[in-house]
């Protein structure tokens, strides 16, 4: 089991910057890949960047040279460096983590932390 906590969100007037958090505990041994995702209401959850323990680095075209993903040496925490913020980035941000055992890739969710974005 993987158990991943999420901090760092806020209220920030466009064009601002956020940095989130995520903690990652539990089996982060078998880690593979740690992310981030989003959901605006009444919308889908949307990925946002990924990182592999290779550190190869994936980014929706929507955050491209406006968000960063990063972690330190270790798989824990990941960062998501915001930037030049926009009122369509207001959702809540979601930390992920790929596990894979034996085989099969398993899923983990954080919280999620509610950033807005104010025009």
């Known amino acids: 089991q993987v158990q991943l906590v999420e901090s760092g969100g806020g209220l920030v007037q466009a064009g601002g910057s956020l940095r989130l958090s995520c903690v990652a505990s539990?089996?982060?041994?078998?880690?593979?890949?740690m992310g981030w995702y989003r959901q605006a209401p009444e919308k889908q959850r949307e990925l946002v960047a990924t990182?592999?323990?290779?550190?190869?680095?994936n980014y929706a075209g929507s955050v491209k040279g406006r968000f960063t993903i990063s972690r330190d040496n270790a798989k824990t925490p990941v960062y998501l460096q915001m930037s030049s913020l926009k009122p369509e980035d207001t959702a809540v941000y979601y930390c992920?983590?790929?596990?894979?055992?034996?085989?099969?890739?398993?899923?983990?969710w954080g919280q999620g932390t509610q950033v807005t974005v104010s025009s």
């Open positions: 992920n983590a790929i596990r894979k055992w034996m085989g099969v890739d398993y899923d983990y």
């Open positions: 539990g089996s982060i041994r078998s880690i593979s890949v």
């Open positions: 990182i592999t323990n290779g550190g190869t680095t």
